[in-house]
Structure formats: structure tokens, C-alpha cells
């Protein structure tokens, strides 16, 4: 039996309300699907648990990213400095404004974008900068908030794989002038479906987002403004409250599985095989990412063993098809090339039992030791 990546069962003890739910609001007189009293007690429920000023549910983490840089009037001309490194939507969502996406290079260890390379990336037309929060561990927030502060730039914070994380005391998604969240089944607090969500210090911000996510309307059928369908389902608004309870449960279950693995990797790393660095600040648990010289190798060995793995970005942002336009021609991203080629993920979701953790790390030791002895 193959212990897979994503479980299953995700939402196997939660069928029932599910189900009922859609029969509630399918059934309800008001026939209301969207942006209803669900959303904004969902929306009010995040905001109070952050201490946030505003939250703005909206239809995913990308349209989430995509609502704040044009509440912050981002568009030609202007400049996003974000990580080499990551998920398309760090650069997609800065493109399709009009504006140019500028790649900074990232640490080789924690593979977030590195504060020094962010600030050497700022030009006179950098109106933001966009760190995102990599697999396991939070972009280095303390330092890149001083560098927007000292250039007049506005921050960023793309915590779409964080929901939960915890930085100095300081939770991930209000660290910039705005933050987001992904609710798609993968990330940390996802779900049934697509979601996404706005997160903010700044009400003036969060207001112009409420209105962006729905066509640009003030007041109905009145536009004051261009804006998206970006808007938020009740079913799912309704299921994610159920769900908001469990959801600290199930990151520590997911931390306590991250760092019994950190564990028994640490002394592999001078056997090709790196683990993310100990510790519970700044962390995440949205995937857990080894990096090893042959991935390859160390990816047949888990397949072999019933143990499914996945790569996530095999290039670098720069190296897509897609953003090589914004490639500057001989330039090169060195960490974020190297670590395309070794990063490879384990299962950490919270429904593996101590039996599967144990085994998937067993299998991740012998190939270290069968390198060892080659
Ligand atoms: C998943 C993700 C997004 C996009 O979220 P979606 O809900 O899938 O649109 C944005 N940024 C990062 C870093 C992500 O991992």
C-alpha cells in the first residue's frame, strides 16, 4: 500500500455536515450561494483570531493576490520584487496587472527569497515588494518589512501556504500591508473546493478589496471602479467555520510530524540529504521539503517503497516560458536554479499515523545510508 501525499480522508469526518449544508443553503428561501451572512461571519472569524482589520474572503489565493496589488494601484510601468522561486502566481498575478515581476534570488537552505537580494532588486519604479512564504518555513519578515519601510514601498505578505504560522510572536498574513490565504485542499486550512482569502492592517485597503471582489460595486448595480468576480461561496464559508476549530489541532499534528522527521534527517545532511531547519518559529508545515543532490534516485527509492513524494517547482520563476520575457538576459539566480534540481516533498499531512511517519522517514535513512556506502 502506498502511503499517498494528500490524504483521502481529508474530510471524511466532516461528510455529514457537508452534505447538510449543501441541502440548507441549496433549500434556504434567500437563495443566497455567495457573499452571504456565512462569508462574513467566516470573514469576521478570521479577522478576530489574526487581530486583523479587515478580512476579505474572495475565490482563491491567486484572485486574493490579484485584489491587493490593484487596491494598491499597481499596473505599467510598475515594478514587484518576488522571490525566483515559487509558485506562478507570485509572477502571474504581476503580469496580468501590466506590471513587471523582478526575481530576487533565495536562500539555499529555507529557499525563501533572500531580504538582500529583494532590497538589490529595487529600482526607482519598485512600488512593492511580494516575499511568499515557501513549504516550511516563513520568508524573513522582520528584515524585508524594514527594507519596504526605509524604500517608501508598500509589503506584500503572500501567506497562501501559512494559515497558522507564527513569526516573532506575530501570526503569517499580517506582517505587510496586506497578507492572503489559500483555502485549495492542499494548503494548510483547505478545503472542498477554491478559496482564498485578504488579510489587512489598513481598513481603507480592506474596503477597496470588498469592493474589487465583486465587480467593483459600491452599492448594488452601482460601479464605482473596474473590478473581478472574485467572490466567496456560502457552502464553503459555512464548512470552513465547522472546520475553523480543528484547524490548530491539525498543525500541530502536522508539526509534531515535520519535527520528528527534522529529527531523523539533521544527520543526513552531509549525506546529500537536507532537512529544513529545526524550530517552531516561523514555520509552517504546509509541505514538507527535503533537499537532496539526487532526487531522482531518492524519488524512485520512496516510490519503491510505497512512499509517494512530490516536486514542486522543477524551475525557477525566471525560467518558465511563460515569465521569460522578464528574465534579464544573462542573468542567473544560482539558489533558486540548485534548489529546482534537489527539492523533493514527503507526506506530512495530519492524517498519517506514527506508523507511516516511521516509515517514510526509515525509507528516506536507508537511501541516505545506501549513498553513504556507494
Ligand atoms: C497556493 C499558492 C497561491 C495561490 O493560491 P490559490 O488558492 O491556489 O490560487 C499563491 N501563492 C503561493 C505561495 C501558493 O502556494
Given at each position: 500500500?502506498?502511503?499517498?501525499?494528500?490524504?483521502?480522508?481529508?474530510?471524511e469526518?466532516?461528510?455529514?455536515?457537508?452534505?447538510?449544508?449543501?441541502?440548507?443553503?441549496?433549500?434556504?428561501?434567500?437563495?443566497?450561494?455567495?457573499?452571504?451572512?456565512?462569508?462574513?461571519?467566516?470573514?469576521?472569524?478570521?479577522r478576530?483570531?489574526?487581530?486583523?482589520?479587515?478580512?476579505?474572503?474572495?475565490?482563491?489565493?491567486?484572485?486574493?493576490?490579484?485584489?491587493?496589488?490593484?487596491?494598491?494601484?499597481?499596473?505599467?510601468?510598475?515594478?514587484?520584487?518576488?522571490p525566483a522561486?515559487?509558485?506562478?502566481?507570485?509572477?502571474?498575478?504581476?503580469?496580468?496587472?501590466?506590471?513587471?515581476p523582478?526575481f530576487?534570488?533565495?536562500?539555499?537552505?529555507?529557499?525563501v527569497?533572500?531580504?538582500?537580494?529583494?532590497?538589490?532588486?529595487?529600482?526607482?519604479?519598485?512600488?512593492?515588494?511580494?516575499p511568499?512564504?515557501?513549504?516550511?518555513?516563513?520568508?524573513?519578515?522582520?528584515?524585508?518589512?524594514?527594507?519596504?519601510r526605509?524604500?517608501?514601498m508598500?509589503?506584500?505578505?503572500?501567506?497562501?501556504?501559512?494559515?497558522?504560522?507564527?513569526?516573532?510572536?506575530?501570526?503569517?498574513?499580517?506582517?505587510?500591508?496586506?497578507?492572503?490565504?489559500?483555502f485549495?485542499?492542499?494548503?494548510?486550512?483547505?478545503?472542498?473546493?477554491?478559496?482564498?482569502?485578504?488579510?489587512?492592517?489598513?481598513?481603507?485597503?480592506?474596503?477597496?478589496?470588498?469592493?474589487?471582489?465583486?465587480?467593483?460595486?459600491?452599492?448594488?448595480?452601482?460601479?464605482?471602479?473596474?473590478?473581478?468576480?472574485?467572490?466567496?461561496?456560502?457552502?464553503?464559508?459555512?464548512?470552513?467555520?465547522?472546520?475553523?476549530?480543528?484547524?490548530?489541532?491539525?498543525?500541530?499534528?502536522?508539526?509534531?510530524?515535520?519535527?520528528?522527521?527534522?529529527?531523523?534527517?539533521?544527520?543526513?545532511?552531509?549525506?546529500g540529504v537536507?532537512?529544513?531547519?529545526?524550530?517552531?518559529?516561523?514555520?509552517?508545515?504546509?509541505?514538507y521539503?527535503?533537499?537532496?543532490?539526487?532526487?531522482?534516485?531518492?524519488?524512485?527509492?520512496?516510490?519503491?517503497?510505497?512512499?509517494?513524494?512530490?516536486?514542486?517547482?522543477?524551475?525557477?520563476?525566471?525560467?518558465?516560458?511563460?515569465?521569460?520575457r522578464?528574465?534579464?538576459?544573462?542573468?542567473?539566480?544560482?539558489?533558486?536554479?540548485?534548489?529546482?534540481?534537489?527539492?523533493?516533498?514527503?507526506?506530512?499531512?495530519?492524517?498519517?499515523?506514527?506508523?507511516?511517519?516511521?516509515?517514510?522517514?526509515?525509507?528516506?535513512?536507508?537511501?541516505?545510508?545506501?549513498?553513504?556506502?556507494?
Open positions: 500500500m502506498t502511503i499517498p501525499f494528500f490524504a483521502p480522508d481529508l474530510f469526518a466532516d461528510r455529514e455536515v457537508l452534505l447538510d449544508l449543501v441541502h440548507e443553503i441549496g433549500t434556504a428561501p434567500d437563495q443566497k450561494f455567495i457573499l452571504g451572512e456565512r462569508t462574513a461571519r467566516f470573514e469576521e472569524a478570521l478576530t483570531s489574526l487581530g486583523a482589520a479587515d478580512v476579505v474572503a474572495c475565490s482563491s489565493g491567486t484572485s486574493a493576490l490579484t485584489l491587493v496589488l490593484h487596491a494598491m494601484e499597481v499596473g505599467p510601468g510598475d515594478e514587484v520584487v518576488v522561486y515559487g509558485c506562478a502566481p507570485l509572477a502571474n498575478t504581476v503580469a496580468n496587472l501590466g506590471a513587471t523582478v530576487a534570488d533565495i536562500d539555499p537552505l529555507t529557499m527569497a533572500d531580504p538582500e537580494q529583494m532590497e538589490q532588486a529595487v529600482t526607482g519604479r519598485t512600488r512593492a515588494l511580494m511568499a512564504h515557501m513549504f516550511s518555513v516563513m520568508a524573513d519578515m522582520p528584515r524585508i518589512r524594514e527594507i519596504a526605509r524604500h517608501g508598500r509589503l506584500v505578505e503572500d501567506s497562501a501556504v501559512a494559515q497558522g504560522g507564527v513569526l516573532d510572536g506575530i501570526p503569517a498574513g499580517t506582517w505587510g500591508d496586506a497578507g492572503v490565504f489559500s485549495v485542499q492542499v494548503k494548510t486550512f483547505g478545503t472542498a473546493g477554491e478559496g482564498g482569502a485578504v488579510v489587512t492592517m489598513d481598513p481603507g485597503l480592506g474596503q477597496t478589496v470588498r469592493t474589487l471582489r465583486n465587480h467593483g460595486q459600491d452599492a448594488r448595480f452601482v460601479y464605482g471602479r473596474t473590478g473581478y468576480n472574485s467572490r466567496f461561496d456560502e457552502v464553503l464559508a459555512a464548512f470552513q467555520l465547522h472546520r475553523l476549530p480543528g484547524f490548530p489541532e491539525r498543525l500541530e499534528r502536522r508539526a509534531r510530524i515535520a519535527g520528528y522527521y527534522t529529527e531523523r534527517f539533521t544527520p543526513l545532511r552531509d549525506r537536507t532537512p529544513p531547519p529545526p524550530g517552531r518559529n516561523g514555520r509552517c508545515y504546509y509541505v521539503s527535503l533537499l537532496a543532490d539526487e532526487r531522482e534516485a531518492l524519488r524512485e527509492h520512496l516510490a519503491a517503497r510505497g512512499v509517494a513524494s512530490h516536486v514542486h517547482y522543477p524551475l525557477p520563476l525566471p525560467h518558465q516560458p511563460a515569465f521569460a522578464f528574465a534579464p538576459s544573462g542573468r542567473s539566480w544560482p539558489h533558486a536554479e540548485s534548489v529546482a534540481r534537489r527539492q523533493l516533498a514527503i507526506p506530512v499531512h495530519p492524517h498519517l499515523t506514527d506508523a507511516e511517519v516511521e516509515r517514510i522517514a526509515d525509507a528516506v535513512c536507508e537511501f541516505a545510508a545506501g549513498r553513504r556506502d556507494r
